[in-house]
Every structure is written in C-alpha cells, then in structure tokens.
C-alpha cells in the first residue's frame, strides 16, 4: 500500500526550513527517502529501520516514528540545490513490498 | 554519477510492440530492480533480480519480464505495448537482495513513448 506523504508542494526561500512527511497505514520495517531532480534519476538520501531512529547529514536529517508508523525528514537553512520532488520509500517486510510515495515537490527561490 | 547506466536514452514505440531496455549496474552489485515512473508520480516497483534470479515483483502483468545476466547486468522486457506503458523505466543497481538493508543507485532511465 503507498504511504501517504505531505505537503504535496513546498516553496521556500534560500535559508528557510522545511519538514516533508512519510506516513503508512501498515507497520513498516524501514522507509527510505530519495531527492529527484527534474529530468534526473532519484538519488539516494538515507534509510531508517524500525526501532525508531534519527539520522543526518549536512543539513538534511530525518527520523523515524515507530509508533505513528510515521517518518519525518527535516531540512534546514534550504539552499537553492535543494529542490527537486522527494520520495519516500517504504518497506513492510525485511526485504519485501518496497513502495514509493507520490512525492513532495519542493522548490527554493533565491 | 552513480556508476548504473541504461539504454537506450529514448526509445519510441506503437502500441502492440515490443520493447527490450538494457542496465548496466554499479561494480560490485549484485541486485537490480526496475522501476516505471509515469509523469508526476513516483516510481512503482515492477521486480528485482537477485543473482539471476527474479527475487520479487510488484503489481505489473506478465508481459512485463526480465532477466539478469551472469555480469548482474539486466533486461527488462514488454510485449504487446500499450499506451499506458509510456513511462520513464529505472533501474537501481544495490548489493544486497533485501532493499531494507542497501542502498540503491539509480541509473539515468529510458523515456519510453508508445504511440
């Protein structure tokens, strides 16, 4: 079943935060959240397993609630190369049913 | 780059015909998955190969298949095209076959146009 994720749009300006959520209705095993810029693969950002936890890098950093069945992830002082649509990923099982979300298309004007 | 090539860049089909798209993973990878991604959605998850063998599928019908070849390379083939299968097609390339524990890399994609 695709997660639900929100906002479904976001336009910032240079040195704003933002927080795009992940959401499922089934117990997750991991989520995974990918930037795709227009016209380009999706590139990785970072996976984080039930047991609810938090990672970052840079200024990008998410977390995991495994109560809510619910991920944030969390981008701060949002710079121009920000932009683009992010996915989430979920995954029920060890292995199984990967599922991306519809995605949440972030733009980040000077 | 992630070092996950595809091919061909475009490809421009009618429907009824059928189509073989091509991925190359990153060195040292041993599983692909592949991906259709209409305008404005996200990717769906067609199947992945695991050492040649298809090691898990989503919702698409039969006459989507593929293999994966002894070098972890892959082919991802449609028969009998329909309009709807005008899509971009991605393949990730990561090293383990549980995704929950690996990254994936994706390649640049195929901009398929069935006509």
């Known amino acids: 079943q695709q997660p639900v994720q929100s906002p479904q749009a976001v336009i910032l300006r240079e040195g704003e935060d933002a927080v795009i959520n992940c959401s499922s209705s089934?117990?997750?095993?991991?989520v995974h959240w990918y930037r795709q810029k227009h016209g380009e693969a999706p590139v990785f950002l970072m996976i984080?397993?039930?047991?609810?936890e938090q990672k970052g890098h840079d200024k990008i950093s998410a977390s995991f609630n495994e109560k809510k069945q619910q991920s944030s992830l969390y981008l701060t002082a949002s710079q121009l190369s920000y932009s683009g649509t992010y996915f989430c990923?979920?995954?029920?099982?060890?292995?199984?049913?990967?599922?991306f979300g519809p995605g949440t298309r972030l733009s980040v004007l000077p | 780059e992630t070092g996950v090539t595809q091919s061909p860049t475009h490809l421009i089909k009618t429907r009824g015909q059928q189509v073989t798209l091509r991925c190359s993973s990153q060195?040292?990878?041993?599983?692909v998955s592949w991906y259709q991604q209409a305008l404005g959605q996200g990717p769906q998850f067609i199947f992945q190969?695991?050492?040649?063998?298809?090691?898990g599928r989503g919702n698409f019908p039969p006459r989507f298949s593929g293999l994966q070849f002894p070098n972890y390379s892959s082919e991802l083939n449609v028969n009998a095209l329909e309009l709807d299968d005008s899509a971009l097609y991605l393949c990730a390339s990561s090293g383990l076959a549980q995704m929950g524990k690996d990254t994936q890399y994706f390649g640049p994609g195929t901009r398929l146009t069935v006509l």
């Open positions: 060195s040292g990878h041993n599983t």
């Open positions: 990923g979920t995954e029920i099982e060890y292995g199984q049913n990967f599922v």
């Open positions: 089934k117990a997750l095993y991991s």
């Open positions: 984080l397993l039930k047991g609810g």
């Open positions: 190969y695991y050492r040649e063998e298809e090691n």
